[in-house]
């Protein structure tokens, strides 16, 4: 496909198609001098590619979405197998494997990656409806239609609290899945009775764990700011070497302060894991044993004292455990 290409002046056929073995016959010349018929891309709009490209790109949205949303599920995954061996180790530390994370990447990649993918898949699915969603709102602010705008609203609304209701289920699964190797639909289902059973302890752990991490959270995105709001404007000399005056420090401030909170919330949502990841073995636990010597509990003395003030944790003798007959 051929288009003209004016250079000096604006020309009304720019971006136009054109021939070029005929175009020095044509008027376009003669209007825009100095025009020329040059090689833009291939296939003329005509072939398949160029009919179907929008559906390409929502293609590779939808399949970059999945990956992005599948690493995310594998590394959880991989997280919670090492906690998990963790709390259910008898004797801590002579029960623990060697290695706990690597062991744990290896078991989520050789015999869970279709319940990862398919976890995915189902988050993946919410977050395209909402970008569609996204899309028809844009669209439908034009439109200045009240009804619309309304079902617009609702619709975005519930498809908010979907996706975090998934997000929620999903990292729950993921434990299970680690735990016991069950696949993602029995998983879900035996994670949800689980937090069902213990609804209160639930709540309770999960606004503590946020509130904390939060906090954490902001305290150290506010230290990281004022040591570089004292750096860049020169109160603290000694720490670094080198000119650090600057005209306007606001954006590079602004900047070290949202890039240092993203690293802190990466950081710890590796402590909301184990959090989770703990609490999700500490009611399995109390369900399948009860703090007898032929049931003994794994979890350990200190944590227990915390958590149930009513029996001391008895003396523990090894056994099997049901991470240890995950994967064989």
């Known amino acids: ?20 073995e005929s175009f020095n016959t044509t008027e376009i010349p003669r209007v825009c001098p ?21 559906t ?41 494997p ?9 078991y989520a990649l050789r015999y869970h990656t279709g319940s990862l993918a398919f976890g995915a898949l189902i988050l993946s699915l919410i977050q395209i409806f909402k970008m569609v969603l996204e899309y028809m709102d844009s669209q439908l602010k034009k439109a200045q239609n009240s009804i619309s705008k309304f079902l617009q609203c609702c619709l ?29 639909c029995i998983s879900t289902r035996d994670a949800f009775n689980l937090l069902m059973r213990n609804i209160i302890k639930v709540a309770v752990t999960d606004e503590v764990t946020h509130f904390i991490l939060f906090l954490g959270k902001i305290l150290i995105s ?22 650090t005056s600057l005209n306007y420090y606001w954006v590079p401030l602004l900047t070290v302060i949202f890039g240092s909170y993203l690293i802190a919330k990466g950081c710890f949502s590796v402590y909301s894991m184990c959090v989770e990841t703990i609490f999700l073995c500490f009611c399995e636990d109390l369900e ?15 944590l227990h004292g915390i958590l149930i003030k009513k ?18």
């Open 1 to 20: 496909m051929y288009t003209v290409t004016a250079t000096d002046e604006p020309c009304i056929y720019s971006n136009k198609i054109c021939e070029p």
């Open 34 to 54: 100095g025009a020329h018929c040059n090689f833009a891309f291939y296939g003329g709009g005509k072939t398949l590619y160029h009919q179907y490209i929008n």
């Open 56 to 96: 390409f790109h929502i293609y590779n949205l939808f399949v970059f979405i999945w990956l992005v949303n599948f690493v995310i599920a594998l590394g959880q995954c991989s997280l919670a197998g090492a906690f998990a061996a963790y709390y259910w180790a008898m004797k801590k530390p002579d029960d623990i």
């Open 98 to 106: 060697p290695f706990p994370l690597f062991t744990a990447f290896g």
């Open 156 to 184: 975005t609304c519930c498809f908010w609290c979907l996706e975090k209701m998934v997000k929620f289920l999903n990292r729950n699964a993921y434990i299970m899945i680690a735990i016991y190797g069950k696949n993602f």
């Open 222 to 243: 506010g230290f990281i700011g004022i040591l570089a709001f004292l750096i860049f404007t020169q109160k603290i000399p000694t720490i670094i070497q080198g000119p």
């Open 288 to 302: 399948r044993n009860d703090g007898s010597a032929e049931k003994p509990y794994f979890i350990s003395p200190s």
């Open 311 to 328: 029996h001391p944790a008895p003396q523990r003798q090894s056994r099997n455990s049901p991470s240890s007959a995950t994967h064989t």
